[in-house]
């Protein structure tokens, strides 16, 4: 079907079942709908307004996945492998369509809730010791290597 084919009742019906846990996919599959590319055209397009709808309709397709991932887990009639791979395989989209909600939480520096401190001392290099010079010398020389290293590696 093509962009003329969007009808608002369309939109809504696909926008309603996607929040069910559907994918656009099976969706699409049924007869009368339009295929999944005009969909994400109409999206694409924002025709309608569609894509704010799209866009929450599919976050809200993410809590019906949370929610069959415990349903998943907890049926015991299926072959444990079977669970994981379902299970995984919804973590995983689920990661990575919404990071900061479903995906490991990395902190590799600050944010605004716990910002990062740094905490230093400035330290005189008269106050070192000769011994303290020679290993701050070798942290410097190695550091810059390393440096080297890896725009060579990128370059």
């Known amino acids: 079907m093509t ?5 608002r009742k369309l939109a809504d019906l696909i926008c309603a079942r996607l929040p069910e846990g559907e ?3 099976s969706i699409c599959k ?3 709908m339009p295929t999944e590319g ?12 569609f894509e704010v709808k799209y866009r929450q309709a599919r976050l809200l397709q993410l809590d019906a996945w949370a929610d ?4 998943i887990a ?10 994981q791979v379902r299970v995984d395989t919804r973590k995983w ?12 939480r990395l902190l590799v520096a600050g944010e605004a809730e716990s910002p990062l401190r740094v905490m230093h001392q400035q330290v005189s290099l008269d106050a070192l010791t000769p011994n303290q010079l ?9 550091l810059l290597e390393a440096r080297g290293a890896d725009q060579e590696a990128v370059g």
């Open 30 to 32: 049924d007869p009368g």
């Open 93 to 104: 989209l689920m990661s990575k369509i919404a990071p900061k909600r479903y995906g490991d």
């Open 23 to 25: 994918s656009l996919r």
């Open 134 to 142: 020679d290993m701050l010398e070798r942290f410097a020389t190695r």
């Open 38 to 49: 005009t969909v994400r055209g109409w999206a694409l397009r924002n025709h309608d307004g």
């Open 68 to 71: 069959a991932i415990v349903d």
């Open 74 to 83: 907890d049926d015991p009639s299926r072959d444990p492998r079977d669970r």
């Open 3 to 7: 962009q003329s084919s969007y009808t």
